[in-house]
């Protein structure tokens, strides 16, 4: 997650001596014929049983934390409506602001994930309710972000970067009101709801989900119309207030967070340590951003639910640079950065990581066989002890030039499909078991086992699927 207040490519032309960072221009190309695009990350080694238990889904912290944060915002906008007319209400306001337009930001981030939550619904309607809270349509931004993650901050390809060089210090400045946010937001739902998509927008988004971003840009034209409605019949700037201008008032700390993310580092680069940086935070400010502040752990590991992010960070910080001590230690390094880079756009921030370890090997991330013989004649390949693959859990099993991955369900039963997501360059044996999909490690994409259908986005394409069998303790696997 970024602050993606703006698309990159909705930015004004840049200037001569700056990047073209555009979806649909020459670094859109030039990034994929040097590799860069869908390409493999590196990840920290993570012992195999330890990351098993940080990817476990619930739907207790969420809602916990849900509850609190709703029932802040409505004594907040409460006493603002009964303050009303009285000077002081000025303080409740804010407080409301803030609340409403950057912690939003966060609950969107995470619930877009589907990890918020155990339960897919919460995360879906939470999505929906905070998307329009911080101004992003949610189908459009689903799909952004997916591709930011994929792409991070490869020139041409990630939609979400945020501070493109050389810096633009004035539009950074709006965006603490929000100001660069309005028009494009309005313009583009506006155009959605008459049934248009951007030339940018064609390049992350499938056509299959034109229907649903059009849709949805109606309902929310009609919601902000309502409101403008009732602010005329009442007589009263509150509505407006409320819902809209909110995020005028309110949106300074998610910029404030989101800056943090990925300013001033490397871009083109397929290691989040190099562009990704973590910043250590208080209680309150993680709390408010949803341990976004593990922000490198959260882009190496995007299936880690929010509340197993401190844990994910104690297993990895030995083999990532040194986070950021906190809020004002992160700007003491992004400021002076974003100066140099407005006369030097190819400065960047250097980061001192430790050597590359192995993560693939048995043992961290997943899970890995490697057939030492050739199938029997009837095409069945024996790949390892029936003991290797437990309940909700996923292996990899490469056999020539090809990679498989076997699954066991909650329920115990046995599938295998293509061992990489057909929306990225992604194995998916590093994924989670959720019933009986299963889910990306980088998109959180999810196929049905049984059939390797799309079960959920951005995953489009089918996974091949085979026959895997348990035979006297060991696994066999049918190359047919």
């Not at 619930?58 to 603002?80: E, K």
């Not at 929010?306 to 004002?328: I, R, S, T």
Request: aromatic share 12%.
């Amino acid at each position: 997650m970024t602050h993606p207040s703006i698309l990159a490519a909705e930015f004004p032309p840049p200037p001569q001596h700056s990047l073209d960072y555009s979806l649909t221009g020459t670094n859109a190309r030039l990034a994929i014929e040097k590799g860069l695009a869908e390409a493999e990350w590196y990840q920290s080694p993570v012992p195999r049983e330890i990351l098993r238990s940080l990817l476990e889904r619930r739907d207790g912290p969420a809602i916990r934390d849900t509850v609190l944060w709703f029932a802040m915002i409505l004594g907040a906008g409460s006493a603002t409506w009964m303050l009303w007319g009285r000077w002081w209400a000025v303080f409740p306001y804010l407080i409301y602001a803030v609340l409403y337009a950057s912690t939003s930001d966060s609950r969107w981030h995470e619930s877009g994930h589907g990890t918020a939550f155990k339960t897919d619904w919460m995360n879906n309607a939470l999505y929906e309710v905070a998307s329009w809270m911080v101004m992003r349509e949610s189908t459009v931004w689903r799909w952004s972000h997916a591709r930011h993650h994929s792409d991070t901050i490869v020139v041409g390809r990630d939609p979400e970067i945020a501070v493109p060089r050389p810096p633009d210090i004035v539009g950074i400045i709006f965006s603490l009101f929000n100001l660069s946010v309005y028009p494009k937001y309005w313009k583009h739902t506006i155009i959605h709801a008459i049934g248009r998509m951007t030339a940018t927008e064609k390049t992350f988004i499938p056509e299959s989900e034109f229907t649903k971003v059009y849709f949805k840009a109606r309902i929310s034209l009609a919601i902000y119309l309502g409101v403008v409605a009732l602010a005329l019949a009442t007589g009263s700037i509150l509505p407006l207030l409320f819902f809209g201008l909110a995020n005028l008032f309110g949106s300074w700390l998610m910029v404030l967070y989101g800056l943090t993310q990925h300013t001033g580092l490397a871009e083109n680069v397929l290691d989040h340590r190099l562009n990704t940086r973590t910043v250590l935070m208080n209680l309150v400010n993680r709390y408010l951003y949803w341990n976004m502040n593990f922000h490198l752990e959260h882009h190496m590991f995007p299936l880690v639910p929010y509340h197993a992010l401190p844990q994910l960070h104690a297993c990895v910080k030995a083999d990532c640079p040194p986070p950021c001590p906190g809020l004002l230690a992160a700007y003491q390094e992004i400021i002076p950065t974003l100066v140099r880079q407005m006369k030097d756009p190819t400065h960047c921030l250097t980061r001192q990581i430790p050597q590359a370890k192995v993560c693939m090997a048995e043992g961290h991330v997943s899970a890995k066989f490697v057939s030492t013989a050739g199938p029997d004649a009837y095409a069945w390949i024996d790949v390892c002890a029936s003991e290797d693959l437990g309940l909700a859990d996923v292996i990899r099993f490469d056999h020539g030039l090809k990679t498989y991955a076997l699954y066991r369900d909650e329920a115990g039963k046995l599938f295998a499909t293509d061992g990489l997501c057909t929306h990225g360059n992604t194995h998916l044996s590093g994924g989670f078991v959720k019933g009986s999909t299963i889910e990306c490690p980088k998109h959180n994409g999810r196929f049905h086992l049984v059939d390797g259908s799309p079960a959920r986005p951005p995953v489009c394409r089918a996974l091949a699927t085979y026959r895997v069998e348990e035979r006297q303790g060991r696994l066999v696997f049918h190359l047919g």
